[in-house]
């Protein structure tokens, strides 16, 4: 059964089609990947289905539900996402960073926060002990006092994927969580990646422009441009897959045959 | 839990020595009822403050409208105490509702603007506030409501800010309060974290707005009359002052830069002319040398007291 199903999904900026009737399946328990070159509407994709875009025409189905336009609503569905220019809450501690994500399944009221009854003291008492072990299995648990900000880059990227994973999340999109590492890093986090989906049993959907890394952890891939999907298979079809490589090494070829095409149809 | 509850009792034999001493002061006449006026007012600033400080400083959502807040706060317990002669417990609590519930109103459109659009519109339902009370004949108009009972005394003032402080202190250390700094710190990835931030900012506001009345609340009864002049926006900015000051983000910081300011203000009272002068200065001096704040988002907490080496948390668990 798919997790996640986007149907002929189209979105207009102005007179811009930044997509184009996208469609998409995810199995669930998939590691699937998302690329294209810059600009190929791969975050739009991502900001569509976290539902921060409307999107034009087309709709988006997640385990049997369409998704809301609220993107609060959307996590409690069970998705969650890292963002591509990280975004966390510098000023914060990496622990409490990771508890604001834990909000959504808090143990106590509002009421019992005030007065912090026992509810509240063993509410927190639990959300501590549960942050602190994901932080551990991220190798951040060192640091989780110290403020999001000062950690260094590869962790900083890391922690994102801790955070969205305290939502509990059903799938888990990350756009671009290689971007900026080392290849060492990146070894690791495709590591951590193949980790995470089998110990937290989730769906995967990820955008990267590091294809060493794409075609070594995911199974199944989308290649999109100019914001249609032009290719759908597994990372070995894609390898081979003509227009995909015109996509990323520049059309000089196809645009010779076109104009030997025109011409000789002239 | 054992510590916990020993902190707690630490907590309130402290909170019991200072509200004992000052009290046996002013009942003994060393501290004459000047002081007793200037106390009273910098505990009443010190919840303002603190409140403010839930909106502006924890949530990120700049206000210039807490001196509306205040006045409704004021004129709802005046009117029940002196207009109905009902008790004074009854109207702080009702004062503070009334504001919670402007809050409210006033929060749910306001609150979809940010930054400056944000601060425009609540300085501007401050002002409605204020020209409705203004317009009002029942209380008093613009000259105000005069002969209100003075209730407020250091007993009161100093236990409802007690309670004012440690419930947003309370509030903060909760999931529901580190979804108010989320927003503060990034509204796009706390929405993506399942965040609603519109409701967590209304929620801010109402509960800041809450206190804000409380605080009105104190004030109508400490001075025998109210006019809706004293609530314009420079008593705002007053309050916005003292929270800048004491740092955006530290509970400790407003209690301290309300303490200070009020006694600042105070000292400097036989110097008319100097006043702002020396006022004006002494906040570029300081905002010169700690342009966060004098407390910055640091708090004062027994733990770190005692454990001076450890690396404490912002939102540990006292």
Redesign the interface.
Known sequence: MSLLSIKDLSIDFGGIRALIDVNIELEKGSLTGLIGPNGAGKSTVFNIITGIYKPTSGKVIFDGKSISQKPYNNTKLGIARTFQNIRLFKNLTVLDNVKIAQHIHVQYGLFSSFLQYKKYLDGEKSQNIEAMNLLKIFNLDKHAYNLAKNLPYGEQRRLEIARALATKPKLLLLDEPAAGMNPQETKELTDTIRFIRDKFDITILLIEHDMSLVMDLCEDIYVMNYGKIIAHGTPDEIKRNPEVIAAYLGEEDIDEKEILSIEGGA | ?KQ?LKNRLLIFIGLFAIYGIIQILLSTSILNDYYEINIVLMGINIILAVSLNLINGFTGQFSLGHAGFMSIGAYTSAIITYKLGLPFPLAILVGGIAAGIAGILIGIPSLRLKGDYLAITTLGFGEIIRVIFLNTEYVGGASGLSGIPKYTNWTWVFWMAVITIV?IR??I???????C??IR??E??????????TFYKTLAFTIGAFFAGIGGALYAHNFYIIQPETFNFMKSFDILTMVVLGGLGSITGSILSAIFLTFVYAVLQDYAALRMVIYSLLLIVVMLFRPEGLMG?KEFSLKKLFKKGE?????T?N
């Not at chain 2, 250390?173 to 979804?179: A, I, K, V």
């Not at chain 2, 796009?188 to 931030?197: L, P, Y």
């Open positions: 839990m916990i419930l309370n509030f250390n909760s999931s529901y309060g580190r979804c700094v989320a710190e990034d796009t990835a706390a929405e993506s974290m399942g965040i609603n931030t988002t690396k404490s948390n912002e939102f668990l």
